[in-house]
Structure formats: C-alpha cells, structure tokens
C-alpha cells in the first residue's frame, strides 16, 4: 500500500512484527475494520531490521514460530536448530503472503504522532509520510527492543569511515573485507557479530564495557526425525508450553544445585552445556535466580570455560563477568570466546580506559586512539517502554507520555496506561516481555486484548482507562516478584540502566507466564477491577 492513508479504523496495529502481524490477522478475520502502520519496509519487527552478520534467534525454531494455524506449523520447515536472521524474515513474509496481510499494511510508515481526542473518545495518529487517520482502539506492537539507542560519544558525526548501529544495518549487506574494524558493545547483538566480522577483518577492536555471559548454542541442522516428533505432537507441546513460566519448554528441572554433591553437579553441568541448547543450564536449577551462593557455583562454573577457551589469561579474565549470571541478559554464542584466541582481533577494556571521543580517524580511549575504517555499534537500544515513548503520544488532558513515564514506566497490567484510553501495550512495561518466548506471549496478549474489546462491544462501553492508584499496586506486584530473585541486584536494559537519564526501574514481570496471564484474567473477571470504563 503506497498511497496516503486517511479515514477512521475501529483498529489500528502499530508494526508489523510477529505480535503486530498477529493482531492484524485476527482482526480481520474477524471482520474488523483495521489497518496496521510499520516504520519499515517489510514484515518480521526485529528481524526486519537486524541484519547485521551472525544474527541468530536464541530460542529453538521448532517452538520461536506462530501456533495459531495448524496448517502453518506442519507446512513450515526450519533449516537448523536455532535459525539465523534470514531464515526468520522469510517465515514472516511467507506468514504475511499465505494470510493476506500485505494489503492492510502501509510500510515505511513510521508513526510520529498519537492524540487522544477525550470528546469523541478516539486516537488521531500521523505518519512520517503523511498518513492521517482516527481509531477507536489502538494496538502498540512496537517490540521491546526497536528504539536503536546510540550513545552521544562526542564526534561520532566526524569519524570518516563508515559506521553502522547493527539495528539499522543496511539491506545490501556490509564488506570488512581487508578493512580495520571497531565493534563498540558486547552484549547479544555484539556476541553475534563479532565471530562473524573477525573472519575477513583486518583487524578488529572490540570495546568492552561488561563482558557478557554467554551460552554455546551448540547449533545444527535441524534433525528431520526431530521436526516430525515436533510435527506429530506440537497441540501437546504447544498446551504445555502455555503453562510454563516463560512460555518454552525445556527438560525438567534437577532440584537445588546447592544440595548436590559437587561431582554430581559437575556432571549435570557438563552435560547440559553440551546439549541441543546451553539455555538448558541456564534453567536446571531451581535456586539460581534465587540464591547469590548458588547463583555463583553457575556462574564460576561458566567463568572455567572462558578461561579453559581464551589462551591469554588476562583477556580470559577480561571476558569473565563478575555480576549474578542470568540477570543480564544471557547470549548464546557461536565460538564468540574462541575469537579472542585470533592475532587480528584485540579487547579493549573501557571500563578501564574509557571512550573519550571519536574521532576522524577511529576511537580515543584514555589509552589512546585506535585507528579504524569502519565502526559498528552494538549498544543495543532504549528498551521496553523506548519504542512507544518516540511516538510522541499525547493522551488525557493534553499529558505527554514521556512526562507521564518521567520516573518510570508506570502501568497496568503491562497492557494499560492510566490517562491514554483505548490504547494497549503489547510486550510493554509490566508485562513478561522479553523474559518469554515472545511469539506465544504476542499471541496470549493480542487474544486478550481482542477479547476485551469484544466484552466492551457487548456492554457498550465507549471507552477503558486505569488508574494511577492500580498502576502503582501493579507495579508493586512486579518488583515483588523481582525481589525474590537476583535480578534486581544487577544494572542492565531490564532497568533502563543502559540509557543515560532513564529512570532505574525493574520493567518486566518475572512472576512467569502462567501467573501473569492469571493475573489479567482475574481482574477482568472480577468486574474490570482497577479499570474505568465509560458508557
């Protein structure tokens, strides 16, 4: 759809990721008048844009994939175990071409206006291209992680070589061929890449804040007896996977690792790393995320093969994080650690020596400047509620959503923000997130918002709202069950803490899955509880 866009939706779905995609199909299959705006120029939200080389999903194919059409899951055959960017953009744009959904999608529209019109009870929104329309309801499936952060390094528009975020990393692909490279950020994006960029490289820097724990994701092929016992049984799988905490499955959990023998948890440990998946170590433990001591025996366990992989002593304990594993986000890796061991590529502690500047010629630490023809930055984005706070969103009482989240990312239930009607968050503050398998929390999320909308359909209700008074008991819920692990205890994107300014404040539900959807039902079944409705 190219021509502008104008009118009035009962709908209308901001992105077209997998949880945006959904939403449009469910709507339309159900007769909705609704169109859908996405900022890029294709389908697949995150995986539309992150090309950048390495780039690779970290949950198994067979469950990372949509369960809402049992045609789709037995036609689709993923090519590997954990499969890489490319492979994914093309499942999302067969999903778009099989259901149709192309034709109420307008690309290269990126919102930059949202206002709620408290007289008629509707959003007026504005595209970058022009677009102009009403709604009644408004989904936001922005995505988590969409708003491309880009430190303000001084002279970064200076440098004379190219530089690229790997968010926004152009279709045409990019050459290191005999070239020296600087890649600032380790964390899951810069994880991938760096394997991937250190094979043609001449030389590449890598500029390290925190090293990041990483998982071997052990990848292969993927196994055609393993698809089909996948295939024969995904109602089952797929039943299961919905009353799991994070909405996956993975083998069943040993018990405490603090009450094992340390020659039987050695064992277990070993085994785990080297299976289809290292997430599986990640989660055998019942005391890990709870417990510092126990937390440790994982993370030392994890620190042993850094150092048994980087030759060089003092980079290996550069590499080794120091903060409780798991509460940062964990990578799973492709031979990342083994780069180190190559004689063109060189770690540079900025914890140590910090960036002082970019320069025209590459990148100014405290120890000096390092030349380079080409800087990649891997520093991730202004996560969780980032991507919907850049949509310039004006709700009740002309109230700005960026003074309104000031001190954070207040909400309700990770779907409802008091003050802005109508409008639901999918994936947002609040809410599991990036903590689940985000295809199937898409898929919880959109059915409950469209059951809502079809309950206030039945009761004549023109218009939902909370209150500040449930947002605030909401997020006591959330950092209630924060505080019960060790999330808390560590600065990461979780909190905001990567974004300079950014209120700290712990943004996801890690209650799990099967008590947060508990937990949206309840207080609709309860009369709405904590919402306003109005006639």
């Given at each position: ?260 023998e340390p020659a039987v948890r050695e064992a277990i440990m070993e085994d785990l790393y080297a299976s289809r998946s290292g997430f599986n170590l990640l989660v055998a433990f019942n005391d890990t995320m709870v417990n510092a001591e126990a937390n440790e025996l994982l993370a030392e366990f994890m620190r042993n093969k850094i150092r048994s992989i980087v030759t060089d002593p003092v980079v290996a304990e550069k590499l080794c994080p120091r903060y409780a594993i798991g509460t940062k986000r964990v990578c799973l890796d492709s031979g990342y650690h083994a780069t180190y061991n ?194």
């Amino acid at each position: 759809m190219n021509e502008l866009v104008t009118g009035h939706y009962k709908v209308v779905v901001i992105g077209a990721g997998f949880g945006g995609m959904y939403a449009l199909h469910r709507l339309r299959s159900e007769g909705t008048e609704t169109i859908c705006f996405e900022a890029g120029g294709g389908v697949g939200g995150t995986w539309y844009w992150n090309r950048y080389p390495g780039a690779r999903v970290d949950i198994e194919s067979m469950q990372y994939s949509y369960s809402f059409d049992e045609e789709l899951q037995q036609e689709w055959s993923w090519p590997e175990n954990f499969s890489a960017q490319p492979d994914i953009e093309r499942y999302a744009n067969h999903v778009a071409d099989r259901f149709g959904l192309r034709e109420d999608i307008v690309f290269d529209a990126r919102v930059n206006s949202m206002r709620f019109d408290e007289g008629a009870n509707i959003w007026h929104l504005t595209t970058e291209r022009g677009d102009e329309v009403t709604a009644h309801y408004v989904i936001s499936a922005t995505g988590s992680l969409d708003a491309t952060n880009v430190p303000g390094f001084p002279g970064l528009d200076s440098f004379e070589g190219d530089w690229h975020h790997t968010s926004q990393w152009p279709k045409e692909g990019v050459s290191f061929d005999g070239l020296r490279v600087g890649v600032i950020g380790t964390g899951s994006s810069g994880v991938q890449a760096i394997p991937e960029i250190a094979k043609t490289a001449s030389h590449l820097h890598v500029f390290q804040r925190t090293p990041a724990f990483t998982m071997p994701n052990n990848n292969q092929p993927l196994d055609p007896d393993y698809e089909r016992e996948w295939k024969d049984t995904y109602a089952e799988r797929r039943e299961a996977m919905r009353t799991d905490q994070g909405l996956s499955m993975f083998p069943p959990k040993y018990g405490a690792i603090l009450d094992m023998e340390p020659a039987v948890r050695e064992a277990i440990m070993e085994d785990l790393y080297a299976s289809r998946s290292g997430f599986n170590l990640l989660v055998a433990f019942n005391d890990t995320m709870v417990n510092a001591e126990a937390n440790e025996l994982l993370a030392e366990f994890m620190r042993n093969k850094i150092r048994s992989i980087v030759t060089d002593p003092v980079v290996a304990e550069k590499l080794c994080p120091r903060y409780a594993i798991g509460t940062k986000r964990v990578c799973l890796d492709s031979g990342y650690h083994a780069t180190y061991n190559r004689e063109n590529v060189t770690l540079v502690d900025v914890r140590e020596s910090p960036i002082e500047e970019i320069t025209p010629r590459g990148v100014r630490t405290a120890d000096g400047e390092y030349e380079l023809d080409i800087l990649v930055l891997a520093t991730g984005f202004d996560a969780v509620s980032g991507s919907l706070t850049r949509l310039n969103v004006t709700g009740v009482d002309g109230l700005d959503l960026r003074d309104k989240w000031k001190d954070g990312a207040t909400n309700y239930l990770g779907m409802f923000v008091a003050g802005f009607p109508n409008l639901f968050m999918i994936h947002g503050p609040g809410s599991p997130g990036v903590l689940a398998q985000m295809i199937a929390g898409a898929e919880w999320q959109v059915q409950y918002v469209l059951d809502v909308i079809h309950d206030l359909d039945t009761r004549r209700v023109q218009r939902i709202d909370t209150t500040a008074e449930w947002e605030n008991k909401w997020d006591a819920e959330v950092q209630t069950a924060a505080s019960y692990t060790l999330f808390g205890g560590t600065d990461s994107w979780y909190k905001g803490a990567n974004i300079e300014g950014k209120p700290k404040s712990f943004m996801v539900y890690v209650g799990g899955y099967d008590n947060y959807s508990r937990r949206c039902r309840e207080q609709v079944e309860a009369d709405y509880e904590g919402f306003v409705l109005s006639p």
